[in-house]
């Protein structure tokens, strides 16, 4: 769990949205803020990113990143979510990856959900680039049966 010093200031809107758009527009996308209630909205031919953001909150990041991930899935766009061209995202300040990664990455992966963080000093770094993790026993969607089991259905 991370906490962030008092002296850090950090808003969503001052740094962590800013940083994001700058690193997306770098790379071709043209982009736009609070569009139909998305923090974040990202077009580049026929691809789109819909992406909520948290900043650093006062609170344990954990309770701020179930709050985002509700906010995202109610405000996908119906129309939007079979497409595949449109992607999802979760764009959070280092420091909030573990509890970012708390979604399996099998959940994700169905919903094309991507994770972003955003350092203090601007740097994007997309999490799903990162190798996988291993999975822990809540992880176990990720997991396919019988892994690790013999057939009996005890360890190996």
Do not use: C
């Not at 959940?107 to 990162?130: C, M, N, T």
Request: hydrophobic share 40%.
């Amino acid at each position: 769990m991370a906490f962030w010093p008092p002296e850090v200031e950090w808003h969503e809107r001052d740094v962590v949205v800013p940083a994001f758009r700058r690193w997306l527009e770098t790379q071709g996308w043209e982009t736009e803020t609070e569009t139909g209630f998305v923090d974040v909205v990202a077009h580049r031919g026929n691809e789109t990113i819909y992406a909520e953001v948290k900043g650093r909150t006062k609170s344990r990041p954990g309770a701020g990143l179930d709050t985002l991930y509700g906010q995202l899935l109610r405000r996908m766009p119906v129309e939007e979510v079979g497409d595949p061209n449109a992607r999802f995202a979760v764009v959070i300040p280092t420091g909030a990856e573990a509890a970012a990664l708390r979604v399996p990455r099998r959940v994700r992966d169905l919903l094309r959900i991507d994770i972003y963080a955003v350092s203090d000093d601007g740097q994007v770094e997309k999490l799903a680039d990162r190798a996988p993790l291993l999975p822990s026993s809540k992880d176990s969607i990720d997991q396919p049966p019988h892994v690790g089991m013999n057939t009996a259905g005890s360890q190996r």
